[in-house]
T-cell receptor
Framework: GESVGLHLPTLSVQEGDNSIINCAYS??????FIWYKQESGKGPQFIIDIRSNMDKRQGQRVTVLLNKTVKHLSLQIAATQPGDSAVYFC???????????FGTGTRLKVLA | NAGVTQTPKFRILKIGQSMTLQCTQDMNHNYMYWYRQDPGMGLKLIYYSVGAGITDKGEVPNGYNVSRSTTEDFPLRLELAAPSQTSVYFC????????????FGAGSRLTVL
């Protein structure tokens, strides 16, 4: 499963620290955004989503921030754990359309 | 509730061979998708379906075909496999187009030699 994400940007964080992963989206009309986590050899797993009428949404240990002015999303992971090591990527969608656009992803490495 | 199930998980093909990647979902989702994932690239849409009997091309359909005879199943067929089709393939589904999460299968890794 290592061929996925071979040339991705990597974020290395110490266990217990907070992680911030960024994503620039492409379509200013997109109004729905999703963060996925992909572990080696597995399919993308849903983490959290946000609609464009919100700037921030919190889940368990995760927060997504949306800045529509600069077309930017971020995923914050609190108290990063070894199990958080994975590739994270964002997806954008214009609700009512079939098309999802996916970012290339960031590899998160958690250092013990 | 198994979600989206893909088979096989791994396959090696010779150039010119054909095969079908299977995808089934048990969530009664109307919309189903096939993507390919190449190193360092975002997921690229091959084909999608908005319901049984209806399919349409995505960004990279050449060399592939699909069918959707039931709500549950959305197989992807590769005719005359080429090295450029070496990739990881993901099937996904969603209930409707109203800001809904795409649920993915575990993927099928295909190597064409």
């Amino acid at each position: 499963g290592e061929s996925v994400g071979l040339h991705l940007p990597t974020l290395s964080v110490q266990e217990g620290d907070n992680s911030i992963i960024n994503c620039a989206y492409s379509n200013s009309a997109s109004d729905y955004f999703i963060w996925y986590k992909q572990e080696s050899g597995k399919g993308p797993q849903f983490i959290i989503d946000i609609r464009s009428n919100m700037d921030k949404r919190q889940g368990q240990r995760v927060t997504v921030l949306l800045n529509k002015t600069v077309k930017h999303l971020s995923l914050q992971i609190a108290a990063t754990q070894p199990g958080d090591s994975a590739v994270y990527f964002c997806a954008e969608n214009l609700s009512g359309t079939y098309k999802y656009i996916f970012g290339t992803g960031t590899r998160l490495k958690v250092l013990a | 509730n198994a979600g989206v199930t893909q088979t096989p998980k791994f396959r090696i093909l010779k150039i010119g061979q054909s095969m079908t990647l299977q995808c089934t979902q048990d969530m009664n989702h109307n919309y189903m998708y096939w993507y390919r994932q190449d190193p360092g690239m975002g997921l690229k849409l091959i084909y999608y379906s908005v319901g049984a009997g209806i399919t349409d091309k995505g960004e990279v359909p050449n060399g592939y075909n699909v069918s959707r005879s039931t709500t549950e199943d959305f197989p992807l067929r590769l005719e005359l496999a080429a090295p450029s089709q070496t990739s990881v393939y993901f099937c996904a589904s969603t209930l409707s187009l109203g800001a809904n999460v795409l649920t993915f299968g575990a993927g099928s890794r295909l190597t064409v030699l």
